[in-house]
């Protein structure tokens, strides 16, 4: 095999990922990942579409050595065709600055950065993914292993924390976890608040 079918094979290995992962037609706060995970941490959306997410990949790439990730616009998707998708791959080559071009592509009226979508996220491995509402400025790491520390230590960068910290009373107010509706505080906490599920 080749490099340019090696490549071709992790991507469509984290796209099949990224699609297993998401429970279709579940929205936050209900509990929206397929499968066995073992621990979730939150974070603010906007991390999620900035250079230094790409930074984070990467160093997620090589904790869990994978080779791409698969970050797909739910919005756009006819989750049926991988070839059509809306989605952009991340690999140890790409870099902030491409990933920000990505993401501007079609200006205002188009590019992702601008839109308030879902999206889901995930690698050729698939020992974690993310999922994301823009339109709630949250987005949720699930992790297979509770205990993968070195995994969890590269989702810091974005600050991801479990729900239970950010909004225990007393810490760090980081918007938006500290300004949550009561039911959505109460559904996140049912649906994330521990680490088994």
């Not at 889901?120 to 509402?133: L, N, P, Q, R």
């Amino acid at each position: 095999m080749n490099s340019y079918q090696n490549c071709d094979a992790h991507r469509r290995q984290s796209y099949a990922n990224a699609i297993a992962a998401y429970d279709s037609g579940k929205n936050f706060p209900e509990q929206v990942f397929h499968g066995n995970w073992q621990k979730f941490l939150f974070f603010q959306s906007d991390y999620l579409f900035s250079s230094e997410f790409v930074d984070t990949v990467h160093d997620v790439l090589q904790q869990e050595r994978a080779n791409t990730v698969c970050l797909l616009n739910l919005g756009r998707t006819n989750v049926d065709d991988s070839e059509s998708s809306a989605s952009i791959y991340i690999d140890e080559e790409m870099n902030g600055e491409s990933f920000m071009d990505r993401l501007v592509a079609g200006g205002p009226a188009g590019g992702w950065l601008f839109a308030v979508e879902r999206y889901v996220c995930a690698s050729d491995v698939g020992s974690w993914s993310i999922y994301c509402e823009k339109d709630s400025d949250i987005a949720v790491v699930a992790l297979r292993a509770s205990e993968d520390d070195k995994l969890e230590c590269c989702f810091r960068h974005v600050f991801a924390e479990p729900i239970t910290k950010l909004l225990e009373q007393g810490a760090p107010p980081r918007f938006p976890f500290s300004d949550l509706l009561p039911t959505w505080r109460e559904g996140l906490l049912d649906n994330y608040g521990v680490c088994a599920r």
